[in-house]
């Protein structure tokens, strides 16, 4: 299959953004003009209280383990260099051995960090110890 | 930017809008029909002959469902959250092939909305940016479950991520592109040249991957029902709950294309037969996702990070290395 030329390859990424935000809002928009013309509506209001929280709607603060944070943190790390590596494998026959050497070096210094999170115990699940 | 460029733009926008829309909905269909068959019953039998207007059945329900949104959640954002999932899952077919080119009244039709050269990193792109459904979703709802499915479903993207990443370098390296046309075009001499057989790693990796960026069966911790009750869906209701699963269904078909092409040839030379081949190799992998929800239990979420860390990450690494020192010497 032959490339496209065109003068802008992104202008379809553009219309697709624009019109498939555009399509599913607008499903959203119908669905409720829908419900409120043919849907049963019940007002009592202890149905609006959210599912297995308790009978009175409190706002609850959104707090969540550490591990979580963990996982972002190391994600920092391993995905930084990914988008670095890509560069490098799409020039990679072009590179020749300097580059590959180059991210040998690379690897090997994240392969400290890996082995260093690995020890301190990062990528262990801690709640269920 | 002449006005037939502009026209033909939007002419395959909507064609992908619908043609995915729809398969989205067969999708539940099929899957119904696949469990169905796989533990011995018939599926949805009632609506229509086979069952097969269970969708439009399932539509209408959908939209005459009462339009509810709980008190305590704020509002905005969780309204916008199921636009997000399903909108993006879509953006991701704009660097996707779909068919050879074919002529039309005299007129060469590309099938692919975008030729973008980044194309591969476009797509993992957009499948990022479509984390922010569940996720927004899930800490606007003002519950507990689907809090932690918002975490959780974080964690397993975002780990998955970097797996994804590391196993498509490989092929990368080979092929020096980023570009689904230039994958296809490598792999055009025939079954031989297909890039699974120099690097099936890289392949297993992205498979098991592909899973756990769907969410689907064994990686389905995000909306796991016997703890988490429906995860972050658990508070949405009618076409809002809908558009959580026309994204997830569509994220499944647009991740078997992009394995398609990558790995198995995708259409080859571009001949018709080369096309139906594409879509056999897309509805196999498909199938292998329903098939997998019938034959495995869920894996725990210290397991799932487990085999994202632990197992599969120092093999994409060590896949890449050795990759080089291959294609070196």
Redesign the interface.
Known sequence: ????H????????F???V???G???A??I???L???A?????TEKI???????GPE????P?R??P??YL??L??LL??VE?VF??PW??????L??FG?AE??LF?LLL?IG?IYA?KKGA???HS?K | MDTAFIIETIIKIVVILLVFSALAGFGTYFERKVLAFMQRRLGPMHVGPYGLLQIAADGVKLFTKEDIVPAGVVGPIFKIAPVITAATAFMAAAAIPFLPEFTLFGYTVHPIVADINVGILYILGVMAIGLYGPLLGGMASNNKYSLISAARGAAVFISYEVVTGLSLLAPMMMVGSLSLIDFNNYQAGGIGEWIIWSQPVAFILFWIAAFAETGRTPFHLIANDHEIIDGFGTEYSGMRWGLFFIGEYANMFFISFVMAIIFLGGFGDGTVLGAFALLGKVAFFFFFFLWTRAAWPDVRPDQLMWLCWKVLMPIAVLNIVITGIVMMF
Not at chain 1, 1 to 4: A, T, V
């Open positions: 299959m032959e490339h496209m065109v003068a802008n390859p992104y202008f379809g990424v219309i697709l953004f019109l498939t935000f399509a599913f809002y499903t959203t119908a669905a409720r829908v419900s409120r043919l849907a049963a509506k019940d149905k609006l209280s959210i599912y297995e929280c709607v409190t706002k609850q959104n969540i383990s591990q979580f996982f972002a190391l994600f391993f995905d990914i590596m890509f494998a799409v020039d990679f026959k072009l020749g051995w590959f991210m040998l690897i392969t890996f690995w990528l262990e699940w269920i």
